[in-house]
């Protein structure tokens, strides 16, 4: 039984090892188990998955308020999953939370963010891992809600099994307790940017451009995240990470590619 | 009929836009459409999903060979794919081709490739995206059989529809055209990396990391990426942008997580 022992929980974030989101994560998780803190040394919001392939990781220990020690590491989310399960841990962590992030990570900006990557890759190493995130993207956004909903959650995952290689996406309305409605497993919502570049002038007349852009729903689904998010619901979505899109493979088998070519030298060999 | 016009084919890679990958892709490209290329200016292999949140992005014009005209951008792959459609290109694109990649794009590979971010990126806006990847990561890789393939592809692309909202993930075995046996549609096999972190000190006594690994195949069937790649087939995997892991809904549901929570002041409100 999950619930007769303590669990080895990893957490990490993608604001940096000393946002107030991943503050209050430790406070909603510190009396689930033992927790091994390994997040980066620096805001990492909008990494995705990224790695540090041509680069050197440093990992610096450092004291985070209370009697907790963690590690902050120059890397991406993902690094800090990495070597979190490849050189600080002796033993796979039963639970790898991530967050809690500032901002929302529903829809398509699961693919930006960095708080969802560190989970899914933690569901890619076969560990439970759920990322949480707050609908509010300021520094001084109230978690005292998202630690409820955290405490729920970790409780629920005591209680029942974890289905292999899924990651839960949990994105939390930003409301009073009294003023959330409820939990809801959903799908994730079809939209997409649409990007506005802030074109501006360096002082040497050369062109710059900021990012910015809008969010566009593309559909009016009441069973995805988007929906339960903005009727006041906190949205749990589970999180795949084969990426294959099966339901295409029929129109993509329709381009009857050749499936084997018949090379000058095969069709010599013939004769 | 897509045969009877000229595409407007946009090009993008990971390596750099000095890689031979994207000067390969742009000879077996040309004599389907017109060409605007928008890549790194520096390489960005790994970088996965990543886009630029805090800092500015440049944009150079340059001219490669021939007539060719591009721009190098100063973000990542994503980063090239939105300041092309939102700033360099007036109409979208019928096409994105991204690549070649140096190197391997197989399996879980594709979360951490910016080869293949950059097509899902073109999936997200709904624009038909293919990825290419030769498993060679030489930089003298010979691209010859490759640009067959390209060609292969593009001509079915151009007598077939593309279903929305999904990406093709190419992989392209290191052979010689002539020892390709064919091209297989195929799935995501399942696999990860056994990460093992080089363990260094510094000339200060500091410890660092270089992040290295093994990847681990955790399956045997014969319809994945990896199955065709290592029996000499070309692999077209349909890339999904609908991360949600559906069949694990109903897992999720057991956990009877409260769908509407018994507020005190609700409660209240009942008397």
Redesign the interface.
Known sequence: MKSNKKLEILICNDDGITAPGIYHLIQAAKEFGNLTIVAPDS?Q??????????K????NKVHLEGETEGWACSG?P??CI??A???ILKHKPDLILSGINHGANSS?N???SGTM?AA??GA???IPSMGFSLLNWSMDADFTASKEIVK??LQ?FL?????P??A?NVNIPDLP?????????T??A?G??V???D??KDPYG??????T?KFCLEEEGEDTDIWALENGYVS??????????????P???????????E???QVEEKF
């Open positions: 805001p919001s909008g990494m995705g998955h990224a790695i540090s392939v041509g050197p990781l440093r990992l991406t993902v690094d990495k070597l399960t490849g050189v398509i699961i693919f930006y990557s899914i890759e890619i190493e076969g729920i959650l629920k209680e029942n099994p974890f289905p290689h899924v839960l307790f009294e003023r959330i409605k409820g939990i809801r497993i799908r994730q079809q997409r940017w990007e506005e570049f074109h501006r050369r062109d710059y451009y900021w990012l852009g749990v979505c589970p999180v795949e990470i084969d990426a294959t899109a099966h339901h295409a493979i129109s993509f088998n329709m381009w009857r590619l050749p499936h084997h070519f090379h000058p030298s």
